[in-house]
């Protein structure tokens, strides 16, 4: 899986959007874009996939570049319980489902 | 709720002893993961089990073990504890393929293992 890098931490206020940034320079070809959440004391969360351009659900947009070198978590509007960490992971179709490699992630704290 | 379950929730225990942590997956998912969450090392990869074959495995000592039964529920073993394997202990599932959704995988709410 390529290697991420992703700011240590982010501060916010409640009804501001909120983007967090993920390098992935070495991304493969085969490689899809995963954002995971994780509350304190609980089990990670999938939040959104992508491969190119831009993907929207119900909780957040991800934004991935013609390069694909980087992408862009995009919570909207957040509120304090969007304070979590949140991972960026990089990883390929094809062959066995692997293991997930979480680096440290992205802490948000969300102040009202 | 992921639909994964583990117990115990906390399990406090004595150095040298041996534990035994439970994870059922969500109906249908043949894969089941399991994970150490502790504050200096970050959420690691442990090992991973499909249909009851260990299909991929990660940074596991040798005094850990898993398996996983015909009714696709696992079991990490963990013998001659020491204090640094307290942390959280998670376990995750995965549906089988096809799925339109790579490296999605629902985590369980973990075990709290504490090492006296």
């Known amino acids: 899986l390529a290697k991420t890098t992703q700011p240590i931490s982010m501060d916010s206020y409640e009804g501001q959007e909120v983007n967090i940034t993920c390098s992935h320079n070495?991304?493969?070809?085969?490689?899809?874009i995963t954002w995971y959440q994780q509350f304190p004391s609980q089990g990670p969360r999938f939040i959104i996939q992508?491969?190119?351009t831009k993907v929207t659900n119900e909780v957040a947009s991800l934004f991935i570049p013609a390069d694909r070198k980087s992408s862009t978590l995009s919570l909207p509007r957040v509120s304090l319980s969007d304070t979590a960490v949140y991972y960026c992971l990089v990883g390929g179709f094809g062959g066995s489902q692997g293991n997930l490699i979480f680096g440290k992630g992205t802490k948000l704290s969300v102040k009202p | 709720d992921s639909g994964v379950t583990q117990t115990p929730k906390h399990l406090i225990t004595a150095t040298g002893q041996r534990v035994t942590l439970r994870c059922s997956p969500r109906?249908?998912?043949?894969?089941v993961y399991w994970y150490q969450q502790s504050l200096d090392q970050g959420l690691q990869f442990l090992i991973q089990y499909y249909n009851g074959e260990e299909r991929a495995k990660g940074n596991i000592l040798e005094r850990f073990s898993a398996q996983q039964f015909p009714d696709l529920h696992s079991e990490l073993n963990l013998s001659s504890l020491e204090l640094g394997d307290s942390a959280l202990y998670f376990c995750a599932s995965s549906a089988p393929p096809p799925r339109l959704v790579y490296n999605e995988q629902f985590f369980g709410p973990g075990t709290r293992l504490t090492v006296l």
């Open positions: 070495n991304i493969a070809t085969n490689d899809y």
């Open positions: 109906s249908g998912d043949l894969s």
């Open positions: 992508g491969y190119k």
